[in-house]
């Protein structure tokens, strides 16, 4: 049985060439910035990573040399790069800032390349160069200080009282004043060219002497390790910020030095290919390894301190499937090329077996036999035997006949002792009389199909999985559950009970079921919860402690599997070279997975084993396909501008597995997105505070970065636009409504000037008629009595008569003329007056109603004039022709019409047989056609004649105050 | 017969119309009559100097008339002389100035186209004038 040394213990890691986008694979140094950038200095330039993408930056983008030796950011924010040629230039907000930008810095220059840099607690900034000079710079003042040390080799560091010291070849010197002073000088030869102060913040800074490593403290140098490395050429040493001790080595690789409680663990040489120049750990725990010659290594802090044991086959890598820690053989390893291995925690042994195929199960039964499934054979190590068997079995029921053991799936031994193997139902393998018996089990049920994955629980139920259902045999017979036929159609990869009673179901695609002790499902875990996959391979319990194997890693969980969430701690390990994990087991400080690359011992993880969350950034974003400037408030029109905000997401471990949440306001939920980048098209109105996280699955969510916006209203649809649209329709309105108003006005202000001009003509002639014609007239009357005094006939008088009838005329011409009688109540009156007493010069009765509106209602001279003689010649024709006794006038009035009814009671006549050129009828007839009228002439009943009136008259409205005769005013 | 015919003085008469040839002829039929003792003026303003010096009975009063008009003169005589009986004499009867007239003191009114035996015998249409004060006769101040 020999033994096989662990090799290829290096560090599973990423390596990032040129292939990658690094400028060159000659790697400096690193430095992570606030930010979470990270930052390499390289022969060909620095570059900055976010996980996914490598900018680079050389003398094209304002460097001062592509040789950046270090890397260094000041409190302001400053990425100083410290080149080769020893200029000075250093990166802030995205811009570089060298010697032609500003000539502060053109001033100072190293010829040998600056290789140290510290900031003091005044703001002051120290560089070192290599062989000559100390600078001192003061970026916000003039306090600036070179002092030149000729050929000597400086470091500038600080002290433990943060003071600032410097080495000169050796020796420690303190400012006192302007001076240096020395304070203590190396003793033995020292190998490393400069002082590095430890990136844990605790140790102090170190340099390499030929008898070992010397710190420094309190001005003095103290021993650190002692260790002889003479003719270890090319020495550096450092602290990282995990606390452990990097020594480089001339010859390639370097020594690890563990940290531990008392110190540092025994140093394991790593890394041997490579030339190391630097390393320097993240805040995700991830350890980045700058090479001379091969790029940047990138390991997780778990993976650099795993080691991996591989099998013997020769054929590539051999995959572990199982392990089994037993009493009689410590911990045996089964592979998938039928190999089982011991492993004494250094090495494995291959046993001397050969399992013919996969190796899958491992039992140890009381006495402390050993036995093994195979895909094509049952094995058996008998204790205290250093050979594995084909176990030899008896037929039951023919103990003489030795049959072949066939192969098995799975094994499990029953408190009973007996060996319960699966494969097409199960085997029962009982030790009789110093012969394995085997049996089929049970001989009254007919298997055909596979049973997996079989269980022994506390109490004795034997558990397994039959046709993708669970199963149960209880006290040699099988046991229903009916809760479990809910479970149907789940393909369960391994059972295990809990202490508790708890069962746990893995499966494959569902993650893990847990069933109570009555086999009713309470509960489960998926990748929901945080599991790392939904694919179970084995599970493992060690108190309360759960390894679950996937095909994406191994899930430890510790706490309860089901409740809440706080009261569990769940991390990830990877298995070295492959994701896929088959088995674990552990001891409380490491963690043994079996994995397709080999076996891998990894420490077990403290339970604190958070990192850092990742860091998220604004990467661009856009309004309307255009970019914006992301530190300004947007304000989108609602309705109309899209915005799509892509996030930048720094993440180096894990970064396939990151989880995003965004929400729009704080008071929001977050919400789950598949990707770092939201596009937002149909915001309601108001203020947004967009916020998106991050994180990985072992870690707290970042700090959310946050993108402000307003969405307004679109302009037409703002109060204000309503208001003011509203304000000028209204002075439209108005303006229109106005000049409307003043051409109808300037239309009757000139009619009524027309009017007025007309009226006043009219007035001065029915002045002149009444004052000078009238006059006159009477005045002849009176001569025309005295004339014809005694006459008593008409015929016998006609100078007074025609005189008579020519003052009655001139008064209808006054009467006509006259604007102020343009009225209807006026009308009414003359006609009233003059048939008035025409009747009562005929000596007829007159008997009048009228029934209009007191209010004047306008008439306009020509209806006035169409209505009087209208009138008058119906008066006459009674008068005249009727042989009436009474002569009836009727005014009514009615909305937007006036009637005029004239009748009498004499002998009457027959319209429809008149002549109508008789009597005026006619007339009568064309007179009401000016007014817009209708005549109506008829007889009365019994006798007599209606003549009836109507014509409209806008505005006029129907009266019901009735006028009689005795109210009427017929005029002085 | 009239009470005009009753009184065997003269009826002392002042007529006032600005229109000279009815003013003449009317004045001319009046003191024909031989009952009748007429002055005639052309405006108010003359004939208001004539009534200081003497009163008529009676002031015939054209309603139009150049400067003050026959309202404003009638409503200064009936102020000052108010015995003194004041017609309008107006050629068209629908005049609103009648009535304004009327309210000024006027007894009453006559038509210029009336006779002037009919103005004789019957009072003034709408008038005021009781015939009882017409057969006494005016009442001349003291």
Same mark, same amino acid.
Do not use: I
């Given at each position: 049985m020999g033994g096989l040394s662990a090799y290829g213990q290096d560090p599973v890691h990423r390596r990032y060439t040129v292939a990658d986008g690094?400028?060159?694979?000659t790697v400096y140094c690193a430095l992570q910035d606030r930010e979470g950038y990270m930052w390499f200095g390289t022969d060909a330039g620095a570059v900055r990573f976010d996980g996914r993408v490598f900018s680079t930056y050389g003398v094209e983008d304002g460097l001062t040399d592509n040789n950046i030796i270090k890397l260094a950011q000041d409190s302001k924010g400053r990425i100083w790069f410290l080149t080769l040629n020893g200029k000075l230039c250093y990166l802030l907000n995205d811009s570089i800032h060298n010697g032609r930008t500003d000539p502060e810095l053109a001033r100072y220059e190293s010829l040998n390349g600056w290789t140290s840099f510290v900031e003091d607690r005044h703001g002051m900034l120290w560089f070192g160069g290599v062989y000559d000079n100390v600078l001192r710079l003061d970026m916000e003042g003039d306090r600036d200080s070179l002092w030149v040390f000729p050929l000597r080799k400086t470091s500038v560091v600080l002290d433990d009282d943060q003071e600032i010291v410097i080495v000169l070849t050796g020796r420690i010197h303190a400012l006192e004043g302007a001076r240096w002073v020395a304070t203590d000088s190396i003793r033995s030869p020292f190998i490393q060219t400069d002082v590095v102060r430890g990136f844990d913040g605790r140790s102090p800074p170190l340099t390499v002497t030929v008898d070992g490593i010397v710190a420094l403290q309190d001005g003095r140098w103290l021993k650190f390790l002692e260790e002889d490395f003479e003719n270890r050429h090319h020495i550096r040493c450092w602290v990282d910020a995990n606390g452990d001790l990097w020594v480089t080595l001339g010859d390639g690789g370097i020594e690890f030095r563990k940290k531990t409680p008392s110190g540092f663990a025994p140093p394991r040489r790593l890394l041997a290919d490579e030339f190391v120049n630097f390393e320097y750990v993240d805040d995700e725990r991830g350890r980045w390894i700058c090479t001379s010659r091969r790029g940047l290594v990138h390991c997780t802090n778990d993976e650099f301190q795993s080691v991996v044991y591989k099998g013997s086959a020769t054929n590539g890598e051999e995959a572990m499937l199982l392990l089994q820690r037993t009493r009689a053989r410590g911990v045996l390893a089964g592979s998938a090329e039928g190999g089982i291995y011991a492993f004494n925690g250094r090495s494995l042994a291959r046993l001397p077996a050969d399992a013919t195929g996969r190796v899958l199960d491992f039992a140890e039964d009381r006495v402390g036999n050993i036995w093994i499934a195979s895909d094509l054979r049952t094995l058996l190590l008998p204790h205290g035997a250093s050979n594995f068997n084909e176990v030899a079995l008896r037929w039951w029921g023919s103990p003489d006949s030795i049959i072949p053991s066939s192969g098995s799936k799975a094994l499990e031994i029953l408190p009973d002792g007996s060996v319960w193997v699966a494969y097409f139902g199960f085997w029962v393998i009982r030790e009789e009389a110093g012969h394995f018996m085997r049996y089929r089990f049970p001989d009254s049920l007919n298997f055909t199909g596979r049973s997996l994955a079989p269980h022994v629980d506390m109490t004795g139920r034997l558990w397994y999985e039959a046709n993708e259902r669970l199963h149960c045999i209880e006290s040699g017979h099988r046991k229903d559950f009916p809760q479990l036929e809910g479970l149907t159609g789940l393909r369960i990869t391994d059972i295990k009970s809990l202490a508790s009673g708890q069962l746990l179901i893995g499966t494959t695609g569902a993650g893990v079921l847990v069933l109570d002790t009555a086999a009713r499902p309470i509960g489960g875990i998926t990748m929901e919860d945080g599991l790392i996959s939904n694919d179970i391979i084995r599970i493992r319990a060690f108190h309360d402690t759960l390894l679950i194997a996937t095909k994406q890693g191994l899930q430890v969980v510790i706490g309860p599997l089901i409740g809440p969430a706080s009261q569990r701690t769940m991390f990830t390990v990877k298995g070295l070279g492959t994701g896929e994990v088959n088995d674990a087991i552990t001891d409380g400080d490491h963690l043994l997975l079996a994995t397709s690359a080999g076996l891998c011992s990894v420490?077990?993880?403290?339970? %604190?084993i958070a990192t850092a969350p990742p860091r998220i950034h604004i990467a661009g974003l856009w309004l309307n396909g255009k970019e914006v400037d992301r530190n300004v408030r947007i304000e989108l029109a609602q309705g109309r501008d899209q915005v799509l905000i892509t996030f930048r997401v720094i993440a180096f471990t894990e970064a396939d597995r990151l989880e995003y949440q965004y929400r729009l306001r704080s008071a929001d939920d977050w919400t789950r997105t598949e990707n770092p980048v939201l596009e937002l098209a149909s915001l309601s109105q108001g203020s947004y505070t967009i916020a998106m996280r991050a994180r990985r699955p072992a870690s707290g969510w970042s700090e959310p970065v946050l993108v402000r916006l307003v969405v307004k209203a679109p302009w037409w649809m703002k109060g204000s636009t309503w208001i003011f649209g509203f304000l000028v329709i209204c002075l439209v309105l108005v303006q229109v409504t106005r000049r409307s108003l003043r051409r109808k006005c300037s239309r009757a202000l000139a009619e009524l000037r027309e009017r007025q001009v007309v009226n006043e003509e009219r007035t001065r002639i029915a002045t002149d008629i009444h004052d000078d014609l009238g006059a006159d007239l009477s005045r002849l009357l009176m001569y025309a009595r005295q004339a014809e005094p %005694?006459? #008593?006939d008409a015929e016998e008088r006609p100078l007074t008569e025609g005189l008579d009838r020519a003052i009655d005329k001139m008064d209808e011409i006054i009467w006509a003329l006259d604007?102020? #009688? %343009?009225?209807l109540q006026s009308t009414v009156q003359f006609i009233e007056q003059q048939a008035h007493e025409l009747a009562e010069a005929r000596g007829l009765k007159f008997r009048a109603k009228v029934q209009v509106p007191r209010e004047p209602v306008h008439l306009t001279a020509k209806q006035r004039r169409e209505l009087m003689l209208l009138a008058r010649e119906a008066v006459r024709n009674i008068l005249d022709h009727a042989e009436a006794s009474t002569l009836w006038i009727e005014w009514t009035t009615e909305t937007n019409a006036v009637q005029l009814l004239i009748r009498d009671d004499g002998k009457g006549f027959d319209p429809a047989t008149a002549d109508p050129s008789r009597h005026g009828l006619t007339n009568m007839r064309i007179r009401a056609g000016h007014l817009g009228g209708t005549l109506l002439i008829e007889r009365e009943d019994p006798t007599g004649t209606r003549v009836h009136l109507w014509f409209p008259l806008p505005g006029i409205i129907r009266s019901d105050d009735v006028i009689d005769e005795d109210e009427m005013q017929l005029g002085p | 017969m009239t009470p005009w015919e009753d009184s065997g003085a003269k009826v002392d008469v002042v007529l006032i119309e600005d229109h000279e040839a009815y003013r003449t002829s009317l004045e001319f039929f009046l003191n024909s009559s031989g009952r009748v003792q007429c002055r005639s003026f052309q405006d108010a303003e003359a004939a208001l100097l004539a009534l200081e010096a003497r009163l008529p009975d009676i002031v015939i009063m054209d309603i139009n008339l150049p400067g003050m008009d026959g309202i404003a003169c009638t409503r200064r005589i009936k102020e000052r002389w108010p015995a003194v009986q004041v017609l309008i004499c107006t050629v068209?009867?629908?005049?609103?100035k009648i009535f304004d007239a009327l309210r000024a003191g006027a007894t009453g009114y006559i038509l210029k186209r009336t006779s002037i035996d009919e103005s004789h015998h019957r009072p003034p249409r709408g008038g005021q004038l009781h015939p009882a004060q017409i057969e006494r006769g005016p009442q001349r101040p003291q």
């Open positions: 690094l400028p060159s694979n420490p077990f993880p403290g339970k %604190d %005694d006459a #008593r604007p102020r #009688r %343009d009225t | 068209h009867e629908d005049d609103e």
